[in-house]
């Protein structure tokens, strides 16, 4: 998993949305040394996020690409985060593997996969992250197990499922 602001690398994003008043949240993390590059990057007046990631058969796709309209920048003077930026924006031309909007689930399953930290389905209770860790399985095998409905119910074969 690769994550570029820009064409710059950063280490991890979470991305908060907040549909009522049309602003968003993003955390970036990045390493010390590269933090004084993001900044001088946040100054553009707008900024393109791209998250790319690789599936079990190697090949590359992006996960996300998006563009910002940044209205203000924290940094870890302003709230005490270490190693973090906080940017607050606007979410613009939003394009996603899966055709819906951001899914910051799905961003944090990848993020865990690709830094080797499993999924526990039987732990888990949010109905959300679950949806969203049976999409990440179906990215991951790029599509090699097939989904059906019948009766309203959705059915998949479940031997690619990243569970055990």
């Given at each position: 998993m690769e994550i570029f602001?820009?064409?710059i690398k950063i280490d991890y994003l979470d991305i908060t949305r907040d549909e009522?008043?049309?602003?968003?949240?993003?955390l970036l993390k990045v390493k010390p040394e590269a933090k004084s590059i993001i900044l001088d990057e946040l100054e553009k007046p707008e900024i393109k996020l791209t998250v790319k990631i690789y599936n079990k058969a190697g090949k590359k796709g992006i996960l996300y690409k998006t563009r910002f309209i940044?209205?203000?920048v924290l940094?870890?003077?302003d709230y005490?985060?270490?190693?973090?930026?906080v940017l607050y924006g606007t979410m613009i031309?939003?394009?996603s593997i899966t055709g819906s909007g951001y899914d910051q689930y799905l961003m944090k399953i990848f993020y865990d996969w690709f830094n080797h930290s499993e999924f526990n389905w039987r732990k888990t209770e949010n109905s959300?992250?679950?949806n969203s860790y049976l999409q990440a399985c179906f990215i991951w095998n790029n599509g090699l197990y097939t989904m059906s409905k019948e009766n309203n119910i959705m059915k998949m074969e479940g031997d690619l499922v990243k569970d055990n």
């Open positions: 602001l820009n064409n009522k008043i049309v602003n968003d949240k993003l940044i209205d203000y940094t870890e003077e005490n985060e270490p190693d973090g930026i031309n939003k394009m959300e992250l679950k």
